[in-house]
């Protein structure tokens, strides 16, 4: 099972400021099969990122994401209000799908 | 573009089995580009993928629940099914249904998700 971990548990930012999520896999993983979601209080995941770098549809180009092997980053070029939430990787590469514990991006 | 909605008992009592149901709407569950999937998140905690299943029966579930995860479709009525065994307060979350796109295992589409508390 590939273990994902997230850095850092929990980052205080400005709006405005540039956001940089961390995703560590245990081991590679395949074909750079990683995902990014964004979830608000009370609501369910929203899908942000798919295979490392391609936005979902609808995802602000302010959102990138980045990585190979068994690194992977998301990156807000420019917070806004609405972007201050928990954020997940998932990796779907082979069985089990796991996700990252979670980065929660909070409003300094 | 597709909406899915959880619906099912929010208590379970420990020992018994957990039954959710997802609809799926603005798709049909027989379209060859989706897979089908049930995923948890603990209260306050991250999230745990449960298992796909395809339209054709075709499932992958997660290894470890999968000796008490049951997953399956009913197409005459657009929904598609989970059965936990065995619950014990651990299986107490937020039990959401997604979608992911053929071929791929990522969440593109989320129901809104559904508290199931396992008490006595």
């Known amino acids: 099972e590939i273990v994902l971990t997230q850095s850092p548990g929990t980052l205080s930012l400005s709006p405005g400021e540039r956001g940089t999520l961390s995703c560590r896999a245990s081991q590679s993983v395949g074909s750079g099969y990683l995902a990014w979601y964004q979830q608000k209080p009370g609501q369910a995941p929203r899908l942000l990122i798919s295979g490392t770098s391609s936005r979902a549809t609808g995802i602000p180009d302010r959102f990138s994401g980045s990585g190979s092997g068994a690194d992977f980053t998301l990156t807000i070029s420019r917070l806004e209000p609405e972007d201050f939430a928990v954020y997940y990787c998932?990796?779907?590469?082979?069985?089990?799908?796991?996700f990252g514990q979670g980065t929660k991006l909070e409003i300094k | 573009q597709v909406q899915l909605q959880e619906s099912g008992p929010g208590l379970v009592k420990p020992s018994q089995t957990l039954s959710l149901t997802c609809t799926v709407s603005g798709g049909s569950i027989t379209g060859v580009g989706f897979h089908w999937s049930w995923i948890r998140q603990h209260p306050g905690k991250g999230l745990e993928w449960i298992g796909f299943?395809?339209?054709?029966?075709?499932?992958n579930s997660n290894p470890s629940l999968k000796s008490r995860v049951s997953i399956s479709v009913d197409t005459s009525k657009n929904q598609f099914s989970l059965k936990l065994s065995s619950v014990t307060a651990a299986d107490t979350a937020v039990y959401y249904c997604?979608?992911?796109?053929?071929?791929?295992?990522?969440?593109?589409?989320w129901g809104q998700g559904t508290l199931v508390t396992v008490s006595s």
């Open positions: 998932q990796h779907y590469g082979s069985t089990p799908y796991t």
């Open positions: 997604a979608s992911a796109p053929w071929g791929h295992y990522y969440l593109d589409h």
């Open positions: 299943i395809y339209y054709s029966g075709n499932i």
